[in-house]
């Protein structure tokens, strides 16, 4: 039962990590990392809750999941059971099972009904877009300012008519380069999980998860397009997106404009030193001990 309780604590861990990030404002300060514990927390929390739930199904054959599973199955091929599982053991493996199948599923269905709408806008981009001067961007005719990334295989920046007459060049160009770091950090994938599961557990926990992590990956965008053309210009071009008001994007997008966008802007002018190196490696060895120590446990002991 040792190792049922290895995953329990580990669980609660991660639980606790959630609960903390969630208030916490040193992520602010380091958004890279704080999505890096983000992931950790949310992988920690789904492989120690299911496998609290395998280890106490397992418990009868005294080692890791694995080895354990791949044990029982060669048992049920052959039609003789380990004598010491009962209909408890039973129901926590099949409970286990199910979760790790509905996971999956959640997961499998969300990213891909996120594809379906980003094929379907880059279907309508073709027919109603226009490159821009340098085909860094998709310019579609709309009054309203907008600026967004569209994730996929063939992604794009794209950028209205609207916000290319409200934006000076400068501005234009810190919008692009917030967007640019969208599709170079892919963090359409650091999002994924936290959508799926907004949408399979609706409730205010998860969604305030969800702002937490979507604010983080702006902000991480927000640093990109900085170290690359300064604060002022993009400082400059969200104060007027936030004038103009939040204009729609097409689901799965990434909007420049499009989350806490005050808050972002006293952030950049605050300018907050990031964390030292000391904590930035304490945030790292924290994320790697919640990610990696309930998956360990699936293979050990032997």
Do not use: K
Not at 31 to 60: D, F, M, R
Not at 255 to 272: E, N, P, Y
Request: some cysteine.
């Amino acid at each position: 039962m040792i190792y049922v309780w290895h995953h329990v604590c580990t669980a609660l861990l991660a639980v606790a990590s959630g609960a903390v990030l969630v208030r916490a404002r040193w992520t602010h300060r380091s958004p890279h990392l704080a999505v890096l514990l983000w992931q950790a927390t949310a992988l920690g929390a789904v492989t120690a809750t299911v496998g609290a739930l395998l280890s106490a199904g397992l418990e009868p054959y005294g080692r890791g999941i694995v080895p354990a599973l791949s044990r029982l199955g060669a048992e049920l091929a052959a039609g003789a059971p380990h004598p010491g599982l009962g209909a408890g053991h039973v129901t926590a493996i099949v409970a286990g099972l199910l979760l790790t199948t509905w996971t999956a599923t959640v997961q499998i269905v969300s990213s891909w009904r996120a594809g379906r709408h980003r094929s379907r806008h880059r279907l309508l981009l073709r027919l109603v877009g226009r490159s821009d001067a340098h085909e860094r961007a998709v310019v579609l005719d709309h009054p309203v300012a907008a600026a967004y990334y569209l994730p996929g295989p063939s992604g794009c920046v794209v950028v209205s008519s609207g916000a290319l007459e409200a934006l000076t060049p400068s501005q234009l160009e810190a919008v692009l380069a917030h967007e640019d770091a969208h599709a170079r950090e892919h963090h359409h994938l650091a999002l994924a999980p936290f959508h799926a599961l907004r949408r399979a557990v609706p409730c205010r926990l998860t969604a305030r998860m969800g702002d937490s992590i979507e604010l983080l990956v702006e902000m991480c965008a927000d640093d990109g397009a900085a170290r690359r053309h300064g604060p002022a210009p993009l400082i400059a071009a969200l104060d007027r997106f936030h004038a103009l008001g939040a204009s729609p994007v097409p689901p799965g997008a990434l909007a420049v404009g499009g989350h806490a966008t005050a808050q972002r802007i006293d952030r950049l002018r605050a300018a907050h030193p990031p964390l030292s190196a000391p904590l930035r490696n304490l945030v790292v060895l924290a994320a790697l001990a919640v990610g990696l120590t309930p998956l360990s446990l699936f293979v050990l002991p032997a």
